[in-house]
C-alpha cells in the first residue's frame, strides 16, 4: 500500500473510532463501563499496526527522554483528542491526574501504569499521601481506562520504543489543574503541562 493508502486509511479508521467513542460518551456519560466500552474501541483500533508504523511515527532519537507526540485528532472546541505517544525505554513520569477521562492501548512496546489511592483527606495544603493499587502493564492488546480524578505514573520499562495512542477527552493543552505528587515527599503540587509538552508536530502529509 502506498503511504498515501495509508494515510486516508489512519484518516478514515481514526474518524470511524472518535464517531463510536463519542457516540458512547453520549449515551453513557463518563464512567468506568464506558470508558471499558472506550478502551475496546482502541484496542482495535490500535490492531491495525501498519497504520502505526515506526516509519510514520519514530520515537525520540535513541537515549532520548520524553515523549514525541504525534496529535491524530481532536475536535475544535479541544475535546475528543487522540494522539500517539512514542518513548524510549527509561522513561517515567510521577504520580499524576488528568482532570478528563483518558483511554492508552499499545501498538507496540510496553509501558507498565501504576495506579495509586490518595489516603490523606487533603486537609493539609500541598501535602498527599498516595498507596499503589494497581499495576497494569500496556502492551499490545492491552490497555488502560483512567477516569479524571485516577492518579497514575507512567514507566517504560521495554527494551524498545513505544507506540501508543492516547485518548482524552479534552486535549492536553486544554487540561487545567492538574496535580503531580511527589510519594517520597509526601506532596501535592501543579502538574503543569511542561511535563507532557509535544515534542512533535502532526506527522505532515503522510
Ligand atoms: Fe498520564
Known amino acids: 500500500m502506498s503511504s498515501t493508502d495509508i494515510m486516508a486509511e489512519r484518516t478514515t479508521a481514526v474518524a470511524e473510532t472518535i464517531a463510536r467513542i463519542r457516540a458512547i460518551e ?10 471499558t466500552a472506550i478502551r475496546t474501541e482502541m484496542l482495535a483500533l490500535a490492531a491495525h499496526e501498519a ?43 510521577r504520580p499524576h491526574d488528568h482532570t478528563t477521562w483518558a483511554v492508552v492501548v499499545a501498538v507496540d512496546g510496553q509501558e507498565l501504569n501504576r495506579v495509586y489511592s490518595r489516603t490523606d483527606d487533603g486537609a493539609i495544603p500541598g501535602r498527599a499521601i498516595l498507596r499503589l493499587r494497581e499495576e497494569i502493564m500496556v502492551e499490545p492488546s492491552r490497555g488502560i481506562a483512567l477516569m479524571p480524578d485516577d492518579i497514575h505514573s507512567i514507566h517504560t520499562t521495554g527494551d524498545r520504543p513505544t507506540r501508543h495512542l492516547h485518548m482524552y477527552g479534552l486535549a492536553l493543552e486544554k487540561l487545567d489543574h492538574r496535580v503531580g505528587y511527589d510519594m517520597q515527599a509526601e506532596t501535592v503540587k501543579p502538574y503543569n503541562a511542561a511535563y507532557l509538552q509535544p515534542l512533535a508536530k502532526p506527522p505532515a502529509g503522510r
Open 26 to 35: 453520549a449515551a453513557q456519560g463518563v464512567t468506568r463501563p464506558a470508558l
Open 51 to 93: 497504520l502505526f508504523s515506526s516509519a510514520d511515527f519514530p520515537p525520540p532519537p535513541p537515549g532520548e527522554k520524553g515523549a514525541q507526540r504525534y496529535l491524530l485528532s481532536e475536535d475544535q472546541d479541544g475535546r475528543f483528542a487522540m494522539y500517539l505517544n512514542a518513548l524510549n525505554p527509561g522513561n517515567e513520569t
